[in-house]
């Protein structure tokens, strides 16, 4: 992973926050615990009944790490990358349509569904996270190490 990683990711974000500012929204709408739970828990215990932390740090320091690494690693960190990504898609999938049923069923229940929107945009919000985390984390760490195996491949 080139250095600059450090640099643009933080501009992309920034980028988005600015987006949302200009549209006039407000950066509290994209904060809530229970998405972030949902999306977050589920991605730490799957990968870490997957590969174990060592693992995991070794993923990491394979991307972004300007050393020597064998196929293997780049190999498994590549794996452990493509895995999350599938985590965190399925994660967001599946909050959203948690957040959609619970909208329903309190519509359902209730003579105004103002109070129920919230699981709406618990829903909504999951999907939001899954799919940013995904842009500024596994598919930037992937591809730097799908890149790695290349040029180690082309030096055999």
Known sequence: MKKSYFLYAPLTIGIFIWGILVAGGDLRWFFDLPSVILI?????FLLLAIFGPGSIVDA???AMGS?????????RAILF???AQKVFILAGVLATL???????YGISRSDTGY??????VVAFLTVFYSIFLMMV???P??????NKLYKLEEGE
Request: include cysteine; hydrophobic fraction near 55%.
């Open 40 to 44: 977050l828990c589920p991605l730490l």
């Open 67 to 75: 050393g020597e690494a064998t196929k293997y690693e780049l190999q």
């Open 137 to 139: 984390v596994t598919v």
């Open 115 to 120: 109070p129920y929107l919230v699981y709406l």
């Open 81 to 83: 990358f493509a895995t």
């Open 60 to 62: 990491f320091r394979a």
């Open 98 to 104: 948690a957040g959609i049923f619970m909208t329903l």
């Open 141 to 146: 760490f992937k591809a730097a190490l799908e």
